[in-house]
């Protein structure tokens, strides 16, 4: 059986005490029983601060981004290493916004999965169409080449380190969300192409998240379909209470 994931991704939001007590609210709140893995994205200013938050508890933690190369002259850059010496052994890569604002494409996306896997770092793998590539019927085509160009060089054994995020990028922070039926529609895409790849074993053991605007209200309705494992969650992951009312409905 895969695993249920739900993620907050803080995106640009808490400063270091803010991540602190956000991390202590949830903690203090998650059915400990629960099967569902948690993890919580914090700005990389707060990563070491929240896993130390977070040590013994259900929380796992992940970073935003990382860099491909192990050390070097990139100012403002942050590496695997850096991320792995605070505690945290996740990191989130190609989120749309990254895609969008930093001009990330899927050929530094597939360094930056190379570089994360060769420091050991488990990897929430972002991707997802815009609208008008929706609106142009393309939405699979779209996924599929950004899931090949950045993931299917690795062999089956990677996939282990790997977590799919779908997040159509006209979802994302605009209170519009994909319908139960169009996440599942792409999830079941998504899976067929992995067993097409790599077979039945990989495709049905990868966790496949949906991300945006899942709230409180729409996730029991989301997370009930059979391909999609959880979610990725912005805006609600950063209240507590939104956020463990996902976690419930995972
Ligand atoms: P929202 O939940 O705010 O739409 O953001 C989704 C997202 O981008 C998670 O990575």
Redesign the pocket.
């Known amino acids: 059986m895969r695993t249920k994931i739900v993620a907050g991704?803080w995106?640009m939001n808490k400063n270091v005490s803010e991540s602190k007590s956000l991390t202590l609210d949830i903690i203090a709140n998650l059915n400990a029983q629960s099967q569902t893995r948690v993890i919580v994205s914090p700005p990389a200013t707060n990563l070491a601060t929240v896993a130390d938050t977070a040590q013994g508890s259900k929380v796992e933690v992940a970073a935003q981004n990382m860099h491909q190369a192990t050390s070097g002259a990139y100012t403002g850059e942050i590496s695997a290493d850096m991320i792995k010496s605070t505690g945290v052994e996740i990191v989130?890569l190609g989120?749309?916004?990254r895609r969008e604002y930093f001009h990330e494409n899927d050929a530094l996306l597939a360094e930056k999965v190379n570089a994360a896997l060769a420091a050991k770092l488990e990897i929430i793998f972002?991707f997802g169409e815009k609208l008008e590539e929706r609106k142009a019927g393309k939405h699979f085509e779209v996924v599929k080449s950004q899931l090949s160009n950045a993931l299917f060089h690795l062999n089956a054994d990677a996939w282990k380190s790997i977590i799919l995020?779908y997040?159509p990028v006209w979802?994302?922070?605009?209170g519009e969300t994909a319908s139960p039926e169009q996440a599942q529609e792409m999830h079941a895409f998504i899976r067929q192409t992995l067993t097409e790849k790599y077979g039945t074993a990989v495709a049905e053991s990868v966790s496949i998240l949906y991300?945006?605007?899942?709230k409180p209200e729409n996730a029991v309705e989301i997370f009930s379909k059979p391909d999609v494992d959880g979610g990725?969650?912005?805006?609600?992951?950063l209240k507590a209470a939104d956020f463990i009312a996902i976690v419930n409905a995972a």
């Not at 990725?232 to 992951?237: D, E, H, M, N, P």
Request: glycine share 22%.
């Open positions: 991704n995106k989130i989120h749309s916004e972002c995020a997040e979802a994302i922070g605009t991300g945006g605007s899942v990725l969650i912005g805006g609600a992951s």
